[in-house]
T-cell receptor
């Protein structure tokens, strides 16, 4: 149980286009989902916390208008990279917690990640 | 902000040997978690240790936590080639639930 999927797994796009990445909790409801970004051989950087039915909470330094997050249902959150540029190329990973996910010991279940390459 | 710092950055051992990875952090935490990531994949939760715990075991994994030194270690005993992966520690602060990841240790286990 507690499987999180991401789609697509890999995307290549031209500079200036927008890319949507989906994160789904397959067998549980996730009121809270998290979006991370990971550079090669680097750690994960939390970008934003996505709450179902409300606006996402962005970390300092993350542009809200650049990285649009929508959490329309208890099993789906989407991250849209708008007007993507080569510097947006990265590995994007989402995670979800069962239930509200506001407990400090709630396990986060991670998706397999999406490799974005912007040409 | 990234808080955990793992060392070593890379570790290469042979099957059957033990692998020890360390993690240091800077501020007070509620708990510390270790994750594993295979190349180009998502993360898998391995173990969570709370701030009032000193040691925890799970199968071949042993985690210690020293809050006075703000450090933790992950020991993998009798390593296997399949243990080859990157290992990250992540801390959860006292006031919140967001994970703060370290830079990870890349472990290579050769047959």
């Amino acid at each position: 149980g507690a499987v999180v999927s991401q789609h697509p797994s890999r995307v290549i796009c031209k500079s200036g286009t927008s890319v949507k990445i989906e994160c789904r909790s397959l067998d549980f409801q996730a009121t809270t989902m998290f979006w991370y970004r990971q550079f090669p051989k680097k750690s994960l950087m939390l970008m934003a916390t996505s709450n179902e039915g409300s606006k996402a909470t962005y970390e300092q330094g993350v542009e809200k208008d650049k990285f649009l997050i929508n959490h329309a249902s208890l099993t789906l959150s989407t991250l849209t990279v708008t007007s993507a540029h080569p510097e947006d190329s990265s590995f994007y990973i989402c995670s979800a917690t069962i239930g509200a996910g506001k407990g400090s010991t709630d396990t986060q279940y991670f998706g397999p990640g999406t490799r974005l390459t912007v040409l | 902000s990234q808080q955990g710092e793992e060392d070593p950055q890379a570790l290469s051992i042979q099957e059957g040997e033990n692998a020890t990875m360390n993690c240091s952090y800077k501020t007070s935490i509620n708990n510390l978690q270790w994750y594993r990531q295979n190349s180009g994949r998502g993360l898998v939760h391995l173990i969570l240790i709370r701030s009032n715990e000193r040691e925890k075991h799970s199968g071949r994994l042993r985690v210690t936590l020293d809050t006075s030194k703000k450090s933790s270690s992950l020991l993998i005993t009798a390593s296997r080639a399949a243990d080859t992966a990157s290992y990250f520690c992540a801390t959860v602060p006292n006031s919140g639930y967001a994970l703060n990841f370290g830079k990870g240790t890349s472990l290579l286990v050769t047959p």
